[in-house]
Each structure stands twice: as C-alpha cells, then as structure tokens.
C-alpha cells in the first residue's frame, strides 16, 4: 500500500520547464539580488493581492518582524497574538523587545476575533497580529473596526492564506500591514525561503524598504534602524513569478479536497468548516476527543498526519517563565489535544483523496 504524505513536493507539476528557464535565466544574468525579478514579482503579488505596496523579504517571520517595526512597535510594547498559532508571530514580537500578549480563539475557526482581541487589550497594547490559521481568514470587518477604535496596528499572518478573500477583499489588504510566507510548502512556496509584506501607506513601504536592508536610503547610508538584512533573492523571485498566476487554479483544488473531506460523515470527529472564498484550505484539520485513535486508525492505512501545532506558544519552554501564571485560554487549550492535520495538498491524486475518505468512514473513536 503506498503511502500518503501530508505533503510531497517531489510530484512532477506542468510548470516544471517554466521554472527552469526562469533559473537558467538569472543564471545568465548574474544578477542574484535585489534585481528585475524581485522588482516584477512585487509589482504582479501587489497587483494579485489589489495592494498599493509589496516588499519582498527573506522569510515570513522576518515580514511581520519587520511590519511591527515599521508600524511603530518598539521594545517595551504589548503586541497582541493568538497562541495557537505555531509559534512564528511570538518569535518576531519577542525579536524585537515588544511583549507577546496571548487571545484566546473563538472555537468555531481557531482564530481570533474582535471579542477575544478585546478581552486581551490594555493601554500597553500597540498592535495586533491577526493569523489567519489553516486558510481561514478571521472576521476582518469587525477586527479591523476593533483595531481601529482602540488606536492600534493591525497587521495579518497570511502565511496560510494566500489568495484567501473576504468581501472581496483579498487577505493581506484589510490591516495596516499583511505578512505572507513563500515556504515551499505554502499555497504559493518557492524552492528556498521567501517572504512578502503588503500594506497601504507610502510612508510605511519606505520603512520596509529600508528595514529590510541595513537602514539604507540610498547605497551604504543609513537612516532607519535598528534595521536587518532580509532579502528575497532573484531565483527565488524568479520562481515565483512563474508559480502565483497558477495560485488561484491550485487555492481551488485544495478546497476542492477539503470539501470532499467534509462531505464525509464520521462520528466522534469534527471537520472544519469549508464553506466562502476566505478558506483556501493551507491544511485540512479535524478535531476530535480521539486523536491519537484517529491518527493510529489513520496510519495502518498508510495516511500520514501531523499536529498543528502540538503545543501553545504559552506552553514553549522559552516561553516558560514569560506567561503569567493565571492565564487561561479555554478554547486554545482544549482544541491543542484535539487537532488533527490530514493530508491536503493540490498534487494529491483523486484516489489518494478517496483512500482518505473511505478510511475516515471506517473510524469508530
Ligand atoms: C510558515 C508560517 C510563518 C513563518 O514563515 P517562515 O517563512 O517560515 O518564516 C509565519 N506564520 C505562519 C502562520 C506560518 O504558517
């Protein structure tokens, strides 16, 4: 019985030959950084996502690093995150001195909302990180009014979410600030680490711009700072440019998957909900009371699994004596036992897609 992974990257895809001749062609170029490639692919991801400015950067954690700097977060700030959410917003919130402030989730998507940001709001916090986990975007309209009200930044985790729309509205242009993750096995990956920040202001983009490399205004003057060097190269660029026109036929398979997963009834677990243009399906997480039955289940029918995440942020050993003792986050907590990530990727094969299905009916927790 041959095995099916959570992910494989190694299946052969139409666009293989254009993404050779895109290398070959930086390749001869010998151009390797900060060239026309990053100057094209910023201009089509910006024009992709309806956003006035994109800057391409050396990773995702890096884009929202970089986002709570250029939007103002300094060290000694609270920066409000949900701690579900792997681990990559509170690694950036920490990397520059600002506090992590942990939300709970609302238990029907996992991710924050206008209520749970609320609750956790003091007169320290200075900006929200709104993750819009497995592809689900959350509520925009009323974080954004939240956001808004309170005085604060917002800026939105799209790492899993390219392509996701709400309202229309393409995710990474409702806040002040929206950080995506080119990681290859992202919605839209490259072949190496990548990142992006989309955002509105001119002023902002310029910082970006700068931050991203030295403080630089211009070559070898320094005017921003504490800045880094976070650069995404021309390969990878290159690849990109060749990948995000098929992002949205790709965004459309996953859910596609998704909801022949959901269509399949199967006591004891509860699926996600697939439903609107704001799900792009990044990962297809179940929850259940029975995980580790699931997944042994799973298993002897050769379907691979993964948790995501396995633990809270609050749980980290890093973070262990930065939490506040009384913290409590019902939903986050109890949901971290219960996920289950099953396999959902565009490449996946009908009959792959099938075996899932017919091994999920056959589950009795
Ligand atoms: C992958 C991911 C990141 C980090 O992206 P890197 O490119 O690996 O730094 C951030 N947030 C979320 C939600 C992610 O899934």
């Not at 890096?62 to 409000?80: K, M, S």
């Not at 070559?219 to 390969?235: F, T």
């Not at 459309?252 to 959901?262: E, L, M, P, S, T």
């Amino acid at each position: 019985m041959k095995k099916i992974s959570l992910n494989d990257l190694s299946r052969p895809v139409p666009e293989q030959e254009a993404i050779k001749a895109a290398i070959l062609r930086v390749v001869e170029r010998g151009w390797f950084i900060h060239g026309p490639e990053l100057r094209e692919f910023e201009t089509e991801f910006a024009a992709y996502c309806g956003a006035p400015h994109a800057i391409g950067v050396a990773n995702g954690t890096d884009a929202i690093e970089l986002a709570l700097r250029a939007l103002g977060v300094t060290p000694g700030n609270d920066v409000i995150i949900a701690a579900n959410a792997g681990m990559y917003s509170a690694t950036a919130v920490r990397s520059i001195g600002a506090t992590p402030v942990f939300a709970d989730v609302d238990d029907h998507h996992l991710v924050l909302n206008a209520a749970s940001v609320r609750a956790a709001a003091t007169s320290r916090t200075r900006a929200v990180v709104v993750t819009h986990l497995y592809g689900r975007m959350a509520d925009m309209t009323s974080l954004c009014a939240f956001a808004e009200r309170a005085g604060i930044a917002l800026i939105e985790d799209c790492a899993q979410a390219h392509g996701a729309r709400q309202n229309g509205r393409v995710a990474g242009t409702w806040g002040d600030a929206g950080c995506f993750s080119f990681y290859p096995t992202k919605n839209l990956g490259a072949m190496g680490d990548a990142g992006m920040i989309t955002c509105r202001d001119e002023g902002v983009a310029s910082r970006l711009r700068r931050l991203r490399q030295y403080g630089w205004e211009e070559k070898y003057v320094s005017i921003e700072g504490p800045a880094r060097n976070s650069r995404l190269d021309e390969m990878q660029a290159a690849i990109l440019r060749v990948k995000l026109p098929l992002l949205d036929e790709r965004n459309a398979r996953r859910r596609q998957i998704a909801r022949r997963y959901a269509a399949t009834p199967c006591d004891g677990l509860r699926h996600p909900d697939v439903g609107g243009d704001d799900y792009v399906a990044h990962l297809y997480v179940v929850r259940t009371h029975a995980r580790e039955s699931l997944r042994q289940h799973l298993a002897e029918f050769g379907i691979v699994t993964d948790i995501h995440y396995p633990l809270l942020d609050t749980q980290q050993p890093v973070l262990k004596n930065h939490v506040a003792e009384n913290l409590r986050l019902p939903v986050s907590e109890a949901s971290v036992h219960q996920i289950v990530s099953l396999p959902c990727y565009p490449d996946m094969t009908n009959d792959e897609v099938e075996r899932v299905c017919a091994a999920l009916s056959e589950w009795t927790p």
